[in-house]
């Protein structure tokens, strides 16, 4: 039997599967930030404690740089008590589990998009997830692309407007692309907006997660959604396209919340990215949504191993 974990900075989950990634059980518990790694950590260990039987290999998607080598976390951004915690260690002691691995999420989520989900047919995935933070993962010929440790990838954190001398803080694609930034931005705007806007009926009163609405708003003609919804797929196009440039994919996966925006993002991002990409890498490479949704940390946690 094999376990995939997913340590994010909203939700955990626990599934046991088979080594191509189908899940047979799930466990899902939401993450209490005021319990920090603790509360998650023991979360796992009842789980663990549950099974009818001892796992032989554990996967994990940790929402946080770590080192995947030895399975230490580097830190997270999102919940503390993470920071140098030996997360592999920790999973022995409790295990006889023969392969445990440790890996960034948006790397896992990467791996089980490019190989059962929807870029299975391609040999170069890049997958971006688009969620509370941006992140990245790559995979060539069915394997995660490491760069040096602790991390890679991490296109959230690429600069859009550099931060200078004069105090200007700058702007990453993260700050400008990720559910919060959209969230704010949508914020921003509603003041602005005429009582007749459909995106200002349908945010109401609603304070986070106003992102969600966009894309019933574009589906009502809503200009404001339209316009935002290109304006991203644009920032997100430029920002893809230092990714091409140095890695050159077949195809560029959209996963993560703001994903859900669904083929209006898409083709945003692919209408843009070509006039950022040089010309020998025409045609740019082909913008796909993510497929396996939720279950991308967790189908590709149980295929760590494989």
Not at 175 to 181: E, L
Not at 287 to 293: D, N, R, S
Request: with cysteine; aromatic share 6%; hydrophobic share 40%.
């Amino acid at each position: 039997m094999r376990i995939g974990i997913e340590i994010g900075g909203t939700k955990l989950q626990l599934v046991t599967g088979n080594d191509t990634g189908q899940i047979s059980q799930r466990y899902r518990f939401a993450v209490d930030k005021e319990l920090g790694a603790t509360g998650i950590l023991n979360h796992i260990d009842q789980v663990l404690r549950q099974l009818p039987e001892q796992p032989t290999s554990i996967g994990v998607g940790f929402g946080g740089p770590v080192d995947w080598n030895t399975g230490r976390i580097a830190t997270s951004h999102q919940v503390a008590g993470w920071a140098g915690f030996g997360l592999a260690d920790w999973l022995r002691e409790r295990t006889n589990a023969a392969t445990i691995r440790i890996e960034n999420d948006a790397n896992v989520a990467a791996l089980g998009e490019a190989k059962r989900g929807v870029a299975s047919s391609f040999k170069h995935v890049f997958y971006v997830t688009l969620g509370s933070g941006v992140g990245g993962g790559m995979v060539v010929d069915g394997n995660i692309y490491h760069g040096a440790i602790p991390g890679e990838a991490e296109i959230g954190h690429l600069w859009l407007v550099p931060p200078d001398a004069s105090g200007n803080p700058g702007q990453t694609v993260e700050q400008t692309c990720s559910g919060w930034a959209v969230d704010r931005q949508i914020r921003d705007l509603l003041p602005q907006l005429d009582d007749s806007s459909p995106l200002k009926k349908l945010v109401g009163n609603t304070i986070g997660g106003e992102a969600r609405f966009l894309h019933p708003a574009y589906e009502k003609s809503d200009p404001v959604a339209r316009m935002l919804i290109e304006q991203i797929g644009s920032v997100l196009a430029f920002g893809l396209s230092h990714v091409v440039h140095l890695f050159h994919p077949q195809a560029i996966v959209l996963g993560g919340g703001l994903s859900l925006i669904g083929e209006p993002l898409r083709a945003a991002v692919r209408t843009a990215l070509p006039r950022f990409v040089m010309s020998a890498f025409h045609p740019a490479p082909v913008v796909l949504l993510a497929k396996l949704g939720e279950d991308a940390v967790p189908v590709g946690a149980l295929l760590l191993s494989s």
